[in-house]
């Protein structure tokens, strides 16, 4: 069986890391032990760059600065996880990867994305997910359900609703760039409905990458 990498993604409030944690006893039931694992972070040197990334108190990062986090976070990430497991036949479920970079510094920064890309491509070694599962839900909806989480809100989820709504676009314009590569599923349903849609997905497209 060769390696398959899907990743999640998603505006904030979308549900992602809860999906992502239902998927993995149900991806053992059907035969496949994945590998999970998040950006920005899964290294020790990731999780590092992830604290200086999500500390509320670094209000003065410059989003040059923020884009370089990221991009040396997903470089190591890359090279001393994905890569490896990829190489030994493992599928990988990522929550976030790069696309994550183009909505929210891209999109929601303005950043160019021309050299965003250009610096991605680098940092990932040209890597690219085989499928992409999209978690849609409106920044008002999402940001709303962060706050009645109870969890403590990191730098990003403070920014503006407006910041949000621009990388929620952005999403969707990359979707329609990408669309073979893509899968959306409407996150405002239930947690059992949402985690059906996704396995109703996952499942023939495992079968079919990992053939």
């Known amino acids: 069986m060769r390696g398959c990498f899907i990743t999640l993604e998603g505006p904030e409030g979308s549900g992602k ?3 992502l944690r239902l998927l993995i006893p149900w991806l053992r039931s059907v035969g496949f032990e994945p590998l999970v694992t998040r950006e920005p972070g899964g290294t020790l040197i990731g999780e590092q760059i992830r604290g200086l990334l999500h500390d509320c108190s670094h209000t003065e990062m410059a989003p040059e600065t923020e ?5 040396a976070s997903r470089a190591q990430h890359v090279a001393e996880v994905i890569r490896p497991a990829l190489a030994k036949g ?5 929550d976030r990867f790069f696309d994550s970079t183009y909505a929210y510094q891209g999109y929601g920064r303005g950043l160019p994305l021309e050299a965003l890309r250009r610096i991605t491509s680098f940092s990932t070694q040209g ?3 085989d499928l992409t599962l999209y978690l849609d839900v ?3 909806i999402g940001l709303r359900r962060r706050e009645e989480s109870g969890e403590a809100l990191n730098r990003l989820d403070r920014e503006t609703l407006a910041f949000h709504r621009r990388v929620r676009e952005g999403y969707l314009a990359l979707i329609a760039e990408d669309p073979s590569r893509w899968r959306s599923v409407d996150a405002t349903g239930d947690v059992e409905q949402v985690q059906a849609r996704l396995r109703e997905i996952l499942l023939p497209a495992l079968q079919h990458l990992s053939s």
């Open 17 to 19: 890391t809860t999906q």
């Open 67 to 71: 884009i370089l986090l990221y991009s």
């Open 90 to 94: 493992r599928v990988v479920l990522c």
């Open 127 to 129: 890597l690219v997910p």
């Open 138 to 140: 409106l920044p008002e």
